[in-house]
């Protein structure tokens, strides 16, 4: 199993950027799927998080600015940002429970990370 994250770069304070993260391999069912980001100096947080379900939730930072949605048929979660703030300057790691084989447990997998810089 694999996550690949794009569409980090550089943006204008106020602009918008959306990232991608697309899970192949083996893939019986995925549950939550999510955004979590790391600044230099501080520790990784949760930036959004979605379930199977379509259930939603946000980091308070992101509120108002930051939609995650999914595509259940391509395995993949998107992070819409918008009205960015040099704050939202991180590495952007996506996140997904997943359960590779009807006969195996659900895991925790992560991407590479894609690196957003909020500057102008």
């Known amino acids: 199993v694999q996550l690949q994250a794009s569409g980090g770069g550089l943006v204008q304070p106020g602009g918008p950027l959306r990232l991608s993260c697309a899970a192949s391999?083996?893939?019986?069912?995925?549950?939550?799927m999510g955004w979590y980001r790391q600044a230099p100096g501080k520790q990784r947080e949760l930036v959004a998080r979605?379930?199977?379900?379509?259930?939603?939730n946000y980091a308070d930072s992101v509120k108002g600015r930051f939609t995650i949605s999914r595509d259940v048929r391509k395995n993949t979660v998107y992070l819409q940002m918008t009205s960015l703030k040099p704050e939202d300057t991180a590495v952007y790691y996506c996140?997904?429970?997943?359960?590779?084989?009807?006969?195996?447990?659900?895991?925790?997998?992560w991407g590479q990370g894609t690196l957003v810089t909020v500057s102008s």
């Open positions: 391999g083996s893939i019986f069912s995925i549950n939550g």
């Open positions: 979605i379930t199977d379900g379509g259930s939603t």
């Open positions: 996140n997904a429970d997943i359960r590779p084989s009807v006969t195996s447990f659900s895991s925790n997998y």
